[in-house]
């Protein structure tokens, strides 16, 4: 990384690799945030409710992130912000796991009787989800405006991928549950961190789990949508 950021002398162009590393860095941790806030807005009944409060909540989303990207220097130094982002999310899980069937709702995570209800919850995901990704990108550039255009990049991504998740939930049996698994994954990993930094495990194995959680997600189709498209296709 050194080395590719020292490759010329000219003003600015230095610039160009940092900013690649930093867009290509938040499209791949967008993708267990999105899947995450997925599952989060399946807590409003209607789809045009879960589409709104999906881009109402970004937009606070976005507003905290660059609050978060404009004061990181200042918040690494500071242990109790990644354990209240840890305990929230595992709050999440433990909610979703521990939670039963009541024969009318199938979801098991938080639900809402107003959009309202679900635009914090998104924003506050997200935020979580960010402590993790925007410290990783401070470290790789001390640059706030190349953070923040990164970060830009990370929330639209972010919001074309919850969009497809969203359908994807309806479609794919075990979806929702790998959603919840990754949200237990980096709340364990914020709060191993706050306890000792040494004992986080490296990014590439924090990915590999999290795309072989994606896969187990996407192994099983739910019986009617399999046999809406065994119909089609006999047709």
């Given at each position: ?18 900013l ?47 609050l ?72 790789i ?36 549950d ?16 706050v ?41």
């Open positions: 990384m050194d080395q590719s950021l020292e490759f010329s002398s000219w003003p600015g162009v230095e610039v160009i690799p940092v690649v590393v930093l867009v290509a860095l938040e499209s791949v941790l967008s993708a267990d945030n999105a899947i995450a806030l997925a599952a989060l807005v399946q807590g409003l009944e209607d789809a045009v409710l879960q589409r709104r409060a999906l881009n109402l909540g970004l937009v606070a989303a976005f507003v905290l992130r660059i978060l990207i404009l004061t990181a220097t200042w918040v690494i130094n500071f242990w109790q912000f990644e354990l209240a982002g840890a305990a929230y999310l595992l709050w999440l899980a433990i909610q979703y796991f521990t939670s039963q069937d009541n024969g009318e709702h199938e979801h098991h995570g938080p639900r809402f009787s107003s959009l309202w209800q679900a635009i914090p919850l998104i924003a506050m995901t997200d935020l979580a989800f960010s402590l993790d990704s925007v410290t990783t990108a401070i470290a550039s001390r640059n706030q405006w190349l953070v923040i255009t990164g970060g830009v990049v990370g929330v639209i991504t972010l919001r074309f991928m919850a969009g497809l998740f969203i359908r994807w939930l309806n479609e794919f049996t075990h979806l929702q790998a959603g919840y698994i990754t949200v237990t994954f980096v709340g364990l990993r914020l709060l191993v961190r306890i000792n930094d040494n004992w986080v495990p490296p990014e590439w194995l924090m990915l590999t789990s999290i795309a072989l959680i994606f896969l187990w997600g996407f192994s099983q189709r739910n019986g009617e949508t399999a046999a809406v498209e065994k119909e089609l296709e006999e047709k």
